[in-house]
C-alpha cells in the first residue's frame, strides 16, 4: 500500500495524503464525466459547464472517500489504535492503523464505520436530489439511461449518489482486506475465539474474489473495455497479495501464540553490580565477554539500566580504580525492559529489540530475571 507522497492537509493530526496514481484518476474522471455531462445536460460543443460538473464530481467523490476512510480513522483512535495517516490512490483510500485490532467487537466497529459513513452520504445525496427535482427525473439522472436529459445539479448529485453506492457495495463484499472481509473476520473471529483462524477464512474469501476479479477483467479487456478491464485485473492482483500477506502473517503470530519472555530468555544473564569500579567492569565483564553493552543491577538484583563499552572507554586509565560503574550507566530503561510475562508477539517490530540485538526481562518487582535477544525470538518464530 502507498505511504502517500504528497501531504495535502491534517484532520485532528491526521495526515492525509495523496499517491501519484491518484492524479491519474481525477485526470480520468474528469475526462470521462466531462463527456457524460455534456450528453445529460445538452450543452454546447465549446460549453465549460461540463468540465466545470466533471471537476465538482470528481472532487465530491474525493470527499467521500476521504470521509469513508476518516470514519474507521475515528472509531480505531476511540478505541486505542493510533492511525498512521490516511492515503488516497488509485483504488480509494486507505487508513494505515498503527497496530491490528485486539478483540472481534473493535474489528467490527472499526470495519463498519466506513461503509455507515457511505451509507450516509449516499443517502444525503439522494434526498437532496429529489428535494430539488423531485424522485422521477432524479431517477432518471441517476440510472442514467439513454437519451436522458437532466438539469447540472441533479446530474451531478446522481452521479455521485450512484458512485457512493458503487463503493459501498464493493466494500462490502466479505472478502479481506475489504470492508466486508473484516466484517466476515470479526464475526468468525467471535465465533470461532481464534483470530488467526478467522483471519484465515476471511482472507481466503479474498483471494477468491481476487480471483473473480481478475478473471472479469481479463473478459472486460478481450471484449475491447480496455481501461476498465485492465484496472479490475490489476485491483484483483492488489487484493490477493494483500489476503496473502495476511495470511502469512497468521502463521507467525500463530506460532507466537501462548509463548512468554520468560520462555525463550536466558535465565542466567550476566549483569554488572552498579558498586563495581570502572576497571573490574572492563576486565572481569567488557575483556571477557566481549559484548557491546552489559544490564547493571543494584544491590538487590534490580535492574538499573545498561552500560556500554564506549561510555567506558571515555574513562582514562588512572580514573578507572576510583570511578564507580553507577556514574556510567544509561538509565532510559523504559525501552529495554519487558515484563518476563509480556507475550513473545509483543516483541515484534520492537524498535530496541533490533537496535540491541537484546531486551532486559524483568519480574514483577522489577528485578533483573533475564535477557531475550533477537536470535531467541527469531528460534521461536522458526528461522535459522
Ligand atoms: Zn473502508
Redesign the pocket.
Known sequence: MPAGALTLFHVRGIRIGVDYSWFFVLFLIIILLSGFYRDVTGAEEESVGPYALALASALLFFASILL??L??AVVAIRNGIPILGITLWMF??V?RMERDTDTPWTEFKV?I???IV?AAITAVCVAAGIALSGPEEFRDAALIEDGTEASALPALLGWLASINLLVLVF?LVPAFP??GGRIARAIAWKVSGERGKATRFAASLGRGFAYLLIGLGAFLFIRGDIVGGLWLVVLGFILNGSARSAIAQTEVTDRLEGISVVDVMDREPVAIPESASVERAVDEYFLRYRWPWFPVVDASSRFVGVLDSATLDAVSRDERPTRTVSEFIARDAGTLTVSEDAPLESLLGNEALSRLGALIAVDPSGRLSGVVTAQALGRALGTP
Open positions: 469513508h476512510e470514519g474507521h480509494g483510500g487508513a470495519a464505520a466506513g461503509p457511505t466494500n475489504l470492508d
